[in-house]
């Protein structure tokens, strides 16, 4: 046993270091022999940590039908376990995967089980990651959008005061960003501009050219939905002084100045 044992953990060193150097398609083979002699000898929390592993070098290679496998035979050996950590991140990934393989029931059933794990550990980050992942799975379900948008709202809210408490405005404004969009998609135009001039705020903070400017164009178009023209000008011609002081292109800046144009000629 004390063979197989330096076996595995000679293929799991040499698989790890392939991963960490980004060599993610030729670690794998070496994790996968690694895992199985783990297996053998009962070694179950390396087995479970190999597992993990090799998933993560499947989804990186956007391999997404394996990676979902190993991360699901991941998930039941931590079960096994009873390490909860290690349960929630194979349900939040698992969640995103379902999620984009357009399995949008399971996507959710996942994204909940992660949501409940972190809630008890008080892991905020990965709650809040977890509330984000699954109010976009509501959204990109068009049939249980269209009928029930409020779950995607209420879904983005409770991740933008996670971190909002946690202070990682970062995440913060990223979501503020998806929230209004679809808040615009439900005419719910005032509550769209409170969460986008949040973001506005935090970007122009962090000299963020790639946020300001579409922000600002869109906080004009919400104030033109408003009725309010001179505050929708306003923030128009902000986006394009935004774009000037950027060097923007002659015309992309042409482009806006006659979308603005055409929108207050009507």
Known sequence: MRDQENSAKQFFLRGQREFDDGNYQTCIKDLIYAQEIFSSIGMKEQSAQVLFLTAQAYQNISQFTQARQFYSLAFHRFRELNNPQMIGKCALVL???????????KSKQNLAEAIEVFTTLNDFENLADSWRGLALTYQIDLTQYSEHPVHSINAYRKAILIFKKIKNLDKKAETEH?????LISQSKYQEALDVFQEALNYYKKQND???????????????FELGKKPKAKDYMHKAIEEMKKYDYSPEKINMLKQSIIAMFSG
């Open 209 to 223: 050219k790639e946020q300001i400017i579409p922000i600002s164009i869109l906080i004009g178009r919400i104030y």
């Open 95 to 105: 969640g995103i995967i379902y999620r984009e393989e357009g399995d949008f029931k």
């Open 178 to 182: 998806d929230l209004g969009h679809i």
